[in-house]
């Protein structure tokens, strides 16, 4: 749908939506979803409270795409993603091993994918995926990383417990290094 203020909008009914929510991507792209009881009238009333907090997201993702270095011809950055790859499958696997053991958590299988979209996720088997891109942020946030995906083997979603458990096992700095994580891009 077109919205008057904000352009193009991508409005979508979920079953799995427990609340209205607002995702704008880099691009600027906006995406609204709503849970099967809540009207798409309802949702768009959500989303004309929020167009200041839209537009204050599109901006920062502006600048921050503004700050970012110009992307690499294809095939310089075909040798960078592979030169990751390498890092990363000597690297990730055995940071993992180590921080799982000083936690006690325990994961089923790991993964290292070329992911743009995420720097981790578990799934329900407890199979872990890790972006190799990872390689590109500092030890302690790909540790934080880590550390929040191991996590969701004990809790499969973002509920105040598996918070807490996250922020007690950074030494109760969850917030500040989830926020310090935000300014990465991955790329």
Not at 28 to 34: A, E, F, I, M, Q
Not at 87 to 112: F, H, N, Q
Not at 114 to 133: E, P, V, Y
Request: with cysteine; charged share 30%.
């Amino acid at each position: 749908m077109t919205h008057p203020v904000l352009g193009e909008i991508e409005c979508v009914r979920s079953p799995r939506a427990r609340r209205v929510s607002i995702r704008v991507r880099a691009s600027g792209d906006v995406r609204l979803v709503y849970p099967c009881g809540v009207s798409e009238m309802r949702a768009l009333a959500f989303l004309e409270e929020k167009i200041p907090w839209v537009e204050a997201a599109r901006e920062r993702l502006s600048h921050r795409r503004a700050a970012l270095p110009p992307q690499l011809p294809p095939a310089e950055e075909k040798v960078r993603v592979e030169m990751l790859r390498r890092a990363a499958k000597a690297d990730l696997p055995v940071r993992i091993g180590r921080i799982a053991a000083e936690t006690g958590l325990r994961y089923a299988k790991l993964s290292i994918r070329a992911s743009r979209t995420k720097w981790g996720s578990c799934s329900g088997r407890n199979h872990i995926s890790l972006s190799l891109f990872l390689m590109t942020l500092p030890e302690h946030l790909r540790d934080y990383v880590i550390v929040h995906e191991l996590c969701h083997t004990v809790h499969h979603d973002h509920s105040p417990r598996f918070h807490a458990l996250v922020d007690r096992l950074v030494g109760g700095r969850e917030k500040a290094l989830n926020r310090e994580l935000r300014a990465y891009a991955i790329r």
